[in-house]
Every structure is written in structure tokens, then in C-alpha cells.
């Protein structure tokens, strides 16, 4: 069970102000519903992955990038990046109480409802209407996303080591960048093994509790079958990498839908 893929062009785009010459790009993401998780047969699989379906009952307005450095300081004036040089890189080393804190702020600065991406609302995303491991297909090579490419030495090409500009490689079905490989994305969602998967699911936001929250995507550091659409990472919400980072959602005005 899937969406319809849909052409990210095809998709209503809008943006978020956050100064007078810093904004952030948006997409709206139908409603409809999806097989969140893997199959048992994929390659890669992690045993929290276990596929179940999800309906996401409304659409919602999601970054077409990472938040990058430059976004980032005009919301915290403050940039916590191991790798500087360039504005549209994507801000790293932000714990998940910095990355609420910014969509806190955000919120105040636009009025606007910014949050981070729930899980589910991240892989229905990240999916854009395929069910394969990866929204390209069942691989992923060093031409199409940032990730550690040293893994089986099959690939003639050094890893970069490193974040790259946003948008660098191409976009999602539906006009997503970066949704594999460059920085891990923070999620909502506190870390827990799925519920029992014998139901469907709509709209959830995992458990109310926990140690750690979602992260997802991978990364320049991670091997590709961690930068897989269903792989899922926990991490201590204080914990600051600089494989970690996030994109916004942001609520669509029930007047609206």
C-alpha cells in the first residue's frame, strides 16, 4: 500500500520566512497512506523495521532541504557545524532540544506551526510514493546521495568524509533532497520498537516516553543500507554530532486543506 507517486514539481511549494532574505523552501505532502517499515527480505534489514500500515490523515508542508547553516543562524544567531565554509551546508553537531528550540523560534518569527517531522510523516516523505529500499530504487550509488561508499570496496570512489551543499544531488518523486545520506533528520518521535503490526495506524507519533528519539536518513558517515528509507537510528535527545541534523515540517491550516 502506497501513494501515488506524484513529480515534486507537481506539488503546491511555498516558503517560510524566516528574515528578509532568509527563507525555506516547502512542499506540500498529500494525504494518503503507505507501508511504513520493510519487507523481510530486504536487503539491509534492521528487526525494528517491521512493516506495518500507516495512514497520514493530512497533508503537511516539509523542507525541501536540510536546514542548512545560514537558515539556522538567522533563526539562533549561532552555528554549532564541525564543517563551515559554505551557507547552504546543512547545520550538524544539533541536539534534538536545539533542533525544537529552532522550531520554537521559527514558529515565533512566521507564525506559523513548525515542529520537527514525525517519523511516520519523515518516511511517507522520504518513500514519496515508492516501496522500494531506497526512493530511487533498491540501491544507491555515490552519484545520487552522500554516504560512506568504502563499504565492500565495490565502488572505485573515495568517501567525501564530509556534508555536502543541500540539494547537490538530485531530488525524491517528490522533490525532496537529501532524504538519503548527508545528515541524519531528528524526528518527533521518542525511539521504540513498533506496536504490534496486525492494524493500521493513523497519524502516529510513537511512544509517549523514552531515552532516545528518531533519527533518520543516514549520513556521510553511515554505509548505505543505513541511508535506506525504513532504517531507523536512537540517539539521547542531547547528543550533538556532526552526522545529525533535521528538516521542518510545517502544519497546513485546517482552512487550507
Known sequence: ???TTTFGADLP???????????IELVR?????FR?????????????????????????????????????????????SYFIGEANLPVERVSWEAAVQFCCRASEITRRAVRLPSEAQWEYACRAGTTSAFSSGDGVGPDAANFDVSQGGAIPVEPLERTTPVGHYGPNPWGLYDMHGNVREWCSDWYAPYPSHDRD????????????????GGSWDDYS????SAFRHGYRPGDREQCNGFRIVVLVDPTDE
Open 225 to 228: 543500507r543505513r541511508c535506506r
Open 201 to 216: 495506524f493513523v497519524d502516529p507519533m510513537g511512544p509517549a516516553e523514552g531515552t532516545a528519539h528518531v533519527l533518520r
Open 36 to 80: 511504513m517499515g520493510s519487507l523481510e527480505n530486504e536487503a539491509g534489514r534492521s528487526n525494528d523495521e517491521v512493516a506495518h500500515r500507516v495512514r497520514i490523515s493530512r497533508p503537511f508542508w516539509i523542507g525541501v532541504h536540510e536546514v542548512t547553516q545560514r537558515q539556522y543562524t538567522a533563526v539562533t544567531d549561532s552555528n554549532p
Open 13 to 23: 511549494q511555498d516558503r517560510l520566512q524566516l528574515s528578509d532574505d532568509v527563507a
Open 29 to 33: 505532502i498529500p494525504a494518503g497512506e
Open 1 to 3: 500500500m502506497a501513494a
